[in-house]
């Protein structure tokens, strides 16, 4: 069978077993806490957790996963064996609180079996049998399921099933929650396969496990316990890769000679074979005894090989899930793994620009089970090309820099080193350890930790770093009932006092119900007044707290004992009104740019205050000056339209593809949808306006790079807006005034000016040069003769530092042999300038020592080469003494 043959049987299976088929998750996870999806079941965390119901009791799919970085890192691995990859399938069918046991034992076998013909005999299975303090009881029920199957068989279940304890065949989630035992599928693929299960869990290649079952039937407590859950779930999980790579170094079961791989299956020989164009080389399946030392050439040419087609796939997948290489975190991963390859692709002999050409056979063999890769296989493109090229300039230089370091490094190269290697030429700690394994150096991974961590507490102490912690209250557990989104005026509004917050001097208030948006999501917080009695108090800001109480930050000392009393709190309603055009505004700001850059394009953090907007954006170069004002029109046009924005609630599950969901949020049973004219569709709990048209102008003021792979776009909506413009307007009429034109004209105007002041700087430039050259044939005519060397020494005119360094030259030229000192006066402060000839040096006449001397005397300092240096002062009124007293001194 295909790999897209297996494929299919798997769902095609699961859907005879009625089972929804669904889509592959993306590889950007919804937990905060993972840097990639790295397994099938983080999708549907929330419904083993209780947070969602699951939408249908019965699911199969091929998940996309990757496993580098975190916890879970196989990147160094990738190459140097037959199963490891970056990026691999996850196949798996799902119960949620319907099946259990003993159908997924059976099913499993059936396909394994019936469908593929896998050899019966060459299966076995691992049971859950707790060792001493292990959780749980001896998995029973498994075991006879299994016991059943094999006896059905005609194959011993006391050879074929296998135990395992906590550590290998009990499933948890974490230190506490959903938990359960688990029971492994194994195939024994050595020649003779008569290991009797000897090999199971032993680490060989010859003996892997191919199907996971868990079974998640247990809560774990804090205190240690572990309780039967309600509802009992089904997860599985199967190697896809693995699965394809077993029947193809078999040939369907009828060849067991050779050695299994993950990497003969067509998944991969389709890279393989686009590799071997592009190198010369030729794939042959070797494998590195050990990789300590250096590998024969053709060991070495298969360990890239498997590099390079991993990774390709790796970085194809992830980009065309709006993951892109960069500095940080999971972006920071990707850039790792793409200059990984790079530098294998080079030592097969192939110059920048290779790995771009890998796309195409992962875009065919993958492109219709994952069409977001057809969609994005422009940007795929554009993002490896970009990064390839980058780390392409300074490659070469980095191994340059690496050949003198390992040369005398004695057995270790330094800390010091390797992070030099990683801050100056972009080589990941990883790749300096292959080429340092290579040469039979290691490297001092703590040093080169300690000076990650100086680097990144400098950055730390370069920000500013505000942080608001509200001390707990009486009703901390309670949340704030909001009822601001459908406000048609300011208040005032009736509230009761819940509690009264002294933090530090600061005092919040809680009320029982509040119109006041409280900051998140990028909305910053309303303000507005409340009113006890007689007394009038200003809310400055409001926040929330860990529980969902909504907080209102008070100026001033409220009234004694007011808790449990009703006041009144009446909004800053222009200032709510003016926030709302720019939230609105920010949603339409994303849907043009996705529609203009890109659908890779994901928020990646934003400001919505009353005077702008901020919106930051997952994109890999700077958007042109023709794409922001089709992004600009595109707002506009939207806003024309006055397409109307309403907000409504529904349950997480039956969310449609087209609403947007940000990664990294977590999302509850039910949220809130914000849809514009139906072709915005968000989940945002912020405040809107009720019409696009209510925004009014919207104008993009900037736009910039803010980390690699992030940029940001600045914006102003509304009154901000129309103050922009008439503030510009303004400007352009008084500029068009002063250049005696037509606005229209101005542009025009100033280029003429600009092209004539150019003409006139040069021909200036030239004038200045006939002087120079004038002056310097003048004072070296001047010039004294101190024990044979001729000497100048002169305070001058000049325009700027660089002239006075030219004219010295001159002089200096026309001198041959001699020294020369200069200095001129710029505004406060005076600038010197020495040069000496070889002979004037070698009589102890150096420029250095000459120009630490004068600029200590003029209050400043400098210094330079024997023959050459510059320095300054801030005296200039002394300038032209202190050269005449070292003059005088000869």
Known sequence: MTSAEIRQSFLDFFASKDHKIIPSAPLLPTAPNLLFTNAGMNPFVPYFLGERTAPHPRVADTQKCIRAGGKHNDLEDVGFDSYHQTFFEMLGNWSFGDYFKKEAIEWAWELLTREWRFPKNRLYVTVYKPGKGDPADFDRDAYDFWKAVFTAEGLDPD??????????????????????????????????????????????????EIWNLVFIQFNAGADGSFAPLAAKHVDTGMGFERIAGILATTNNFTDFSRPPSNYESDLFTSIFARISELSGSEYRGTLPESREGRLSDQEAADVAFRVLADHIRTLTCSIADGILPGNEGRNYVLRRILRRAVHFGRRMGMETGFFEKLIDPVVRKLGGVFPEIRRQEEVIRKVIRAE?????????????????????????????????????????????????????????????????EKQRARARAARKKTEITVASGKNSGEGTAFVGYDLEKAGPFTVTVIDVIDQDGTIWLVFDRTPFYAEMGGQIGDTGTVRAGDASLRIADTQQDHSGRILHKIKGSPPDDLAGQEVEITLDFDRRRAIQRHHT??????????????????????????????????????????????????????????????????????????????????????????????????????????????????????????????????????????????????????????????????????????????????????SRQRDAAGIARELAAGAASIDGLKQVVAKVDAASPEELRSLGARILGELGDGIVVLGAAFDEKTTLVALASPAAVKAGRRAGDVIRELAHQLGGKGGGKPDFAMGGGKNPEKLESVLQAWKARG
Not at 180 to 197: A, K, V
């Open 585 to 766: 505004a920010t949603h339409l700001l994303h849907f043009a740019l996705r529609n203009t850059v890109g659908e890779h394009v994901h928020q990646a953090g934003s400001l919505v205050a009353p005077d702008r907007l901020r919106f930051d954006f997952s994109h890999f170069e700077p958007v042109t000056a023709e794409q922001l004002r089709k992004i600009e029109d595109i707002v506009n046009r939207r806003i024309l339209d006055n397409a109307a924005v309403q907000w409504y609630e529904m349950d997480f599950a039956d969310k449609p593809d087209d609403i947007i969901a940000f990664f990294g949020e977590k999302y509850g049973e039910r949220v809130r949808v914000v849809d514009i004219g139906g072709f915005s569709k968000e989940l945002c709990g912020g405040t809107h306006v009720r019409a696009a048209g209510e925004i009014g102008p919207f104008k993009i003021t900037a736009e910039a790079g803010i980390a690699a792979g992030t940029r940001r776009i600045e914006a102003v909506a509304g009154d901000a807006a129309l103050d922009l413009l008439g503030t510009s307007y303004e400007r352009l009429h008084a500029l068009s005034r002063k250049l005696s034109c037509r606005p229209e004209e101005v542009e025009a105007r100033l280029g003429q000016i600009l092209e004539e002041t150019s003409r006139i700087e040069k021909e200036l430039r030239k």
């Open 388 to 452: 390839e090229e980058t780390f392409g300039r300074t490659l070469d230089r980095g191994m340059q820099l690496f050949q003198g370091i390992a040369g005398k490094s004695g057995k270790e190269i330094s800390g010091n080193d390797a992070f030099t290697l990683y801050d100056t030429y972009g080589f990941p700690l990883d790749l300096t350890q292959i080429l340092a394994r290579e040469k039979g150096l290691s490297v001092d991974t703590d040093g080169f930790s300690k000076e990650m």
């Open 159 to 208: 050879v074929h099933i296998r135990y395992g304890n906590k550590a290998d065949n009990f499933w948890m989630m974490g230190e506490t929650g959903p938990c359960g035992p688990c029971s492994e599928i194994h195939i024994d693929l050595t020649p003779g396969g008569d290991t009797g299960g000897e090999m199971v869990n032993r680490d060989s290649p010859w003996c892997m």
